[in-house]
């Protein structure tokens, strides 16, 4: 029964959303249930189901968001065009900024296991990312920027493993959250990845 004059909270797809993403996160997408989001957001669950189908949709919508903010990297012109560690560079560094701007949604995406389908299609996309990246890192490689005594694979997984890390610890309250958090990755990796002369 309402109580009259009660403020009742309008939630809109995207607060839902929001609000699921942080349950998921701080519970697991596995340990957390539709009740559960139903207490979170102060809603019934029929009210929920008002806006979407399953919890599985809510987490559909939460890594497409992110997915589909990192694949955007993918076609900005410098991205596209230029040498290729510039290339390179300049994903590294936009998608760092994607993971600080959408960095619920990003963890998110994160830490799927592939325990359903949109968990599966998740981590397919995922792998179609790196595949990109791991032949920008060839080519790298070829025109003599990079070392090739790393497999191209490898070295893109080890630069997105340091990348994606920060979602462990990054806190954009703290005072040195406005540091460049793209530049200080290609910075530490890259000294490791550059081709060094012979001898040296």
Known sequence: MSVPGATRIAYTPERLLAVAVEVFNLRGYDGTSMEDLARA???????????VRSKEELLRLAVSRALDRIFAVLDQPAARTGRAIDRLEHVVRASARVLVDELPYVTLLLRVRGNTATE???????????????????RAVADGDLDDTVEPRLATRLLFGMLNSAVEWYEPARADATADLGAAVWRLASAGLRRRPAGS
């Open 120 to 138: 599966q299609w998740a981590l397919e996309r995922r792998r179609e990312f790196d595949r990109v990246v791991a032949t920008l890192v060839a």
């Open 41 to 51: 957001t102060g809603i019934t669950k029929s009210s929920i189901y008002h806006h």
